[in-house]
Structures are given as structure tokens and as C-alpha cells.
T-cell receptor, first 115, second 116 residues
Framework: EPEVTQTPSHQVTQMGQEVILRCVPI?????FYWYRQILGQKVEFLVS????????KSEIFDDQFSVERPDGSNFTLKIRSTKLEDSAMYFC?????????????FGDGTRLSIL | GESVGLHLPTLSVQEGDNSIINCAYS??????FIWYKQESGKGPQFIID?????DKRQGQRVTVLLNKTVKHLSLQIAATQPGDSAVYFC???????????????FGTGTQLKVEL
């Protein structure tokens, strides 16, 4: 069964450094998402992306965050200058279509640890 | 305010019994309600969803019930197995709407423990 893959599985970074989290969505999917989950808390929406544009972003997704589809298979989340509170699991998801009836399929996440 | 929340943080059931996981929501504008399963170290896995104009939907060993009168959603798992042990999240999707983003809003999760 096709799946969303994320790399690395664990990223340790010094505060203030830039980090790029990578995702390969399911190949025929056109809509892409990033979510995060701070330990013990809810999964929170960060951003949705379609046709090389951000469709919607949350309050969390401030100027330190950016997303990119650099080629036909990858989808990346960049945090420009990491803060301690950015430590969380980051999940990438994709869906075939953009309607609410289209299930979003998640990867297994990248654990980001900021020191 | 708007929220999607769960009644119980932990549910323990005997193998073979049926499980019922509950969720309350406060926003009536949601288009779809979805259940996800999250095993340790894994990402959320889609189980089943239900559109807001329905009150019941069945899948393989799972049934989702939606009661819009009391804004309540439940997931029933028949003949619960050890492999069902996980955290279960309800989520809502208000659709693209004016925001265009199709974002999911998740609840806090219920830990299901299946005892042998």
C-alpha cells in the first residue's frame, strides 16, 4: 500500500539553527499538509499546500516556517531559526483531493529535538 | 470557542469484547468527522470517517455514530483484538470553505488497552 515517508526519523538541532524536514507524499496525491504534536498533546495543524501555494496556515506557522515542493516528489518544511518550543513530532500528510471527503494519509513523523 | 475533545483518556477492554470510544465536538459547521488510530512511534492512521449529514457508517469491524443533537461522535470496535491497542483520535474537517486549507482539527486522544 502506498505510504507517506518522512526523513529523518529523529533530528537533533541546536537552538537558533535551521532545520529542514523532508517528506515524500503518496505519488498521485496533490494536496500536502504538515502537522505537529508536542509530547502528550494534540496533533496540531500547521499548513496545507496545493499547486505550489500555501492554501491555509495556522497561527503556529509564523515567519520562521516555510514549505516547499522542490521537485515532483518531495515536500519540505523548513524552520529558519529553531526555538526550544519547536521540539515536537512533525507529521507530513497528503490527500488525493482537496475536499473534506478525501482522507489525509500521514507519515510516521520526524521527532525534532531542539537543544 | 471551538474544540474537539474526548471524554476518557484511557479505556481498558478484554480481548473479544466490543470497545466504544467517545468524542464531543462543539462546532456544528464541520463537514466531516474522522477517526484516526495512532500506534506507538507511528503516525495517525485513517480508520473511518462520516459526513455531517449521516448518523452512522460501518466499516470492517468498526462503526462510527454521529449524534448532531448532542454533538457527540463515537467509534465502536467489534471483537477488540490486541492489535487494536493504540491511541484513538477524533478529528473534524470543515472542508475547504473560505480558508481553502482543508485542515483537520484533532481531539486529545483516548488510549485503548486490550487485555488478554
Amino acid at each position: 500500500e502506498p505510504e507517506v515517508t518522512q526523513t529523518p526519523s529523529h533530528q537533533v538541532t541546536q537552538m537558533g539553527q535551521e532545520v529542514i524536514l523532508r517528506c515524500v507524499p503518496i505519488s498521485n496525491h496533490l494536496y500536502f499538509y504538515w502537522y505537529r504534536q508536542i509530547l502528550g498533546q494534540k496533533v496540531e495543524f500547521l499548513v496545507s499546500f496545493y499547486n505550489n501555494e500555501i492554501s491555509e496556515k495556522s497561527e503556529i506557522f509564523d515567519d520562521q516556517f516555510s514549505v516547499e515542493r522542490p521537485d515532483g516528489s518531495n515536500f519540505t518544511l523548513k524552520i529558519r531559526s529553531t526555538k526550544l518550543e519547536d521540539s515536537a513530532m512533525y507529521f507530513c500528510a497528503s490527500s488525493e483531493g482537496g475536499g473534506a471527503s478525501q482522507p489525509q494519509h500521514f507519515g510516521d513523523g520526524t521527532r525534532l529535538s531542539i537543544l | 470557542g471551538e474544540s474537539v475533545g474526548l471524554h476518557l483518556p484511557t479505556l481498558s477492554v478484554q480481548e473479544g469484547d466490543n470497545s466504544i470510544i467517545n468524542c464531543a465536538y462543539s462546532n456544528s459547521a464541520s463537514d466531516y468527522f474522522i477517526w484516526y488510530k495512532q500506534e506507538s512511534g507511528k503516525g495517525p492512521q485513517f480508520i473511518i470517517d462520516i459526513r455531517s449529514n449521516m448518523d452512522k457508517r460501518q466499516g470492517q469491524r468498526v462503526t462510527v455514530l454521529l449524534n448532531k443533537t448532542v454533538k457527540h461522535l463515537s467509534l465502536q470496535i467489534a471483537a477488540t483484538q490486541p492489535g487494536d491497542s493504540a491511541v484513538y483520535f477524533c478529528a473534524e474537517n470543515r472542508g475547504a470553505g473560505t480558508g481553502g486549507g482543508n485542515k483537520l482539527t484533532f481531539g486529545t486522544g483516548t488510549q485503548l488497552k486490550v487485555e488478554l
